[in-house]
């Protein structure tokens, strides 16, 4: 549904959007972000906007490719020893940090080391500490050019914790971006651009780096050969969708890399727009606080899934351009197959029949949705009105996206309307959901034995072993509900027409090296 701007707005509008676009500097490509980042320290005090800039300043040893798979960044090469537990990472020559220094071993020994500190409050901490994926025993360096890992157990998925977008890449930052005091400062990083001027709730600059050690293979995902293209990037803080989609339409914006499927058709229409559409590895989901007093009851549980119609849903939410996929499994995985294929089907008689049997009588259940991923409200409105023909009774509270993060964290909430950034391997869209509540409160499923078999498949390299276990998982997700998956997002990009090179991937992300303006 398009919004209407209120009849005093685009004047105001037109005057906001010429002040935050000047002065207009020679290539500078304009991005919208829907709102301001929280943080430069990657992978501390993140969300996915955080993740978007600060992956075009930092990066890691390793990288995500284009295929989801895992590459080296910073890194010419990684040797794994036979058990699986020692990985040898053999340095890149000649690549500096924005402030000239050349990298050493000993740069990534020092950000190895302050990610594992726990007053660094880095998100990936606990994939690391022995909380979760491995424990890492040491990081040690032979020689300048290389560092040695190693972990507790083999892992099958280590090198991609190291490449995840929420852990910021595990991006190897030089110890001047921390003050005097050992406050973080702002990053020192690798990239191809490096960070400028940050104006809070208006836009973050970030300016090409000329000394740039750009790998030698084709571009691939976040690593390969990149390359800044223009002189700076402007990412402008433009909340509302309305008001991006004026600025793109009158020339003040480049690109919306995030643009509302509700917009498809209208964007479409238009000869100075460009559209990019590419499957997400997102998840949009339902989260049940298995906890709660009303909720622990797995019957009431069942009872909302089979309330609500998620085809229906996925395809008003989406605008027909995402097919429902109640797995956590992405349909552009691999590992996606006919048993994630099947999911919740809508049953309101057996629905009213386990609401009876559970005793549940009309008492109100709290759903949390947000607008600044207007997906997480529409499909929030959706779940209140196809659960009320069951007869449950349920209530949308609207926050702003820091207070529903928060509460997120600490498993504060009973329904919570929710959008995962993408994974690149099943076991971690499981992990991301599955874990001891005591420990980590934002995990949703906390069953030790769905946790034990996921470990196998963390650990194990046999496709067949892990493809079942993915299977059984799934099964047993569907039959305890302690989230509902509705669908895998579409990532929608539109770009004014002399912007050439930009694309999207499953990620999500934007990925803006190696685009220009023509």
């Given amino acids: 549904m398009t919004r209407l701007l209120p009849a005093f707005l685009p004047g105001l509008l037109a005057a906001w959007l010429v002040a935050l676009a000047s002065p207009a500097v020679a290539q500078t490509l304009r991005v919208r972000l829907n709102a ?40 010419s090469k990684v040797d794994v020893s036979a058990d699986g537990k020692t990985y040898t990472f053999s340095l890149r020559d000649g690549v500096k940090f924005h402030n000239g220094a050349l990298l050493t071993a000993d ?49 099958a998925l280590f090198l991609a914790t190291m490449a995840r977008m929420d852990c910021g890449g595990s991006g190897i930052v030089h110890r001047s971006s921390l003050g005097t005091d050992g406050k973080w400062v702002a990053p020192v990083g690798t990239g191809p651009f490096k960070l400028g001027e940050w104006k809070r709730g208006q836009a973050i600059e970030l300016l090409r780096f000329d ?12 690593t390969g050969a990149k390359k800044a293209e223009v002189e700076r990037v ?63 009851d797995v019957r009431i549980r069942r009872a909302l899934a089979l309330s609500l119609d998620t085809e229906e849903l996925a395809a008003s939410v989406s605008e027909g351009l995402s097919k429902r996929n109640n797995s956590a499994v992405p349909t552009t995985s691999p590992f996606y197959g006919a048993v994630q294929a099947n999911g919740f089907k809508r049953d309101l ?48 509270e609207v926050l702003d996206w820091a207070t529903q993060l928060d509460k997120y964290g600490k498993g504060d909430y009973q329904l919570m309307s929710f959008t995962y950034s993408a994974r690149l391997d099943p076991a971690l869209n499981f992990e991301m959901l599955m874990g001891p ?23 194990s390299p046999d496709r067949a072993l892990r493809q079942s276990i993915f299977d059984d998982l799934h099964k047993r997700m569907l039959d305890e509900v302690p989230a509902i998956v509705f669908y ?31």
Wanted: charged letters at 25%; one cysteine or more; hydrophobic letters at 40%.
């Fill in 107 to 155: 740069d990534v020994l020092w950000s190895w080391k302050r990610f594992m500190d726990p007053a660094t409050n880095w998100r990936c901490l606990s994939e690391f500490d022995g909380r979760g994926l491995v424990k890492l025993l040491a990081v040690e360096s032979p020689n300048p050019k290389t560092v040695v890992f190693r972990i507790d157990s083999p892992s």
């Fill in 349 to 396: 008689a057996e629905a009213k029949r386990l609401l009876a049997a559970a005793g549940y009588s009309g008492q109100p259940i709290k759903l949390i949705a947000n607008k600044r991923y207007g997906s997480t409200f529409d499909s929030a409105v959706l779940v209140q009105s196809m659960a009320q023909a069951a007869g449950l009774k349920i209530e949308i």
């Fill in 437 to 459: 509540k005591d420990k980590q409160p934002r995990k949703v499923w906390d069953n030790p034995d769905a946790q034990a078999r996921l470990a196998v498949a963390l650990d």
């Fill in 488 to 518: 895998n997002g579409i990532e929608l990009a539109a770009t004014r027409r002399n912007v050439a090179g930009y694309k999207g991937w499953p990620t999500g992300q934007p990925r803006l090296w190696n685009v220009r303006l023509q």
């Fill in 211 to 222: 000394d740039y050690a750009a790998r030698s293979e084709p571009m691939s995902g976040y």
């Fill in 36 to 75: 301001d980042i929280r943080s430069t320290d990657p992978g501390v005090n993140r969300d996915a906007n955080t993740d978007a800039v600060v992956l075009h300043v930092v990066e890691g040893l390793v990288a995500l490719k284009e295929d989801t798979t895992v590459g080296p960044l910073l890194a």
């Fill in 234 to 296: 402007r990412f402008m803080i433009i909340p509302d969708s309305a008001a991006a989609k004026a600025a793109l339409y009158s020339n003040a914006v480049d690109i919306i890399t995030d643009a509302p499927s509700s917009d498809f058709a209208e964007l479409k229409a238009r000869t100075d727009i460009k559209l990019d559409a590419s499957p997400s590895m997102g998840l949009n989901a339902l989260l049940l606080q298995t906890r709660d007093p009303l909720l622990k």
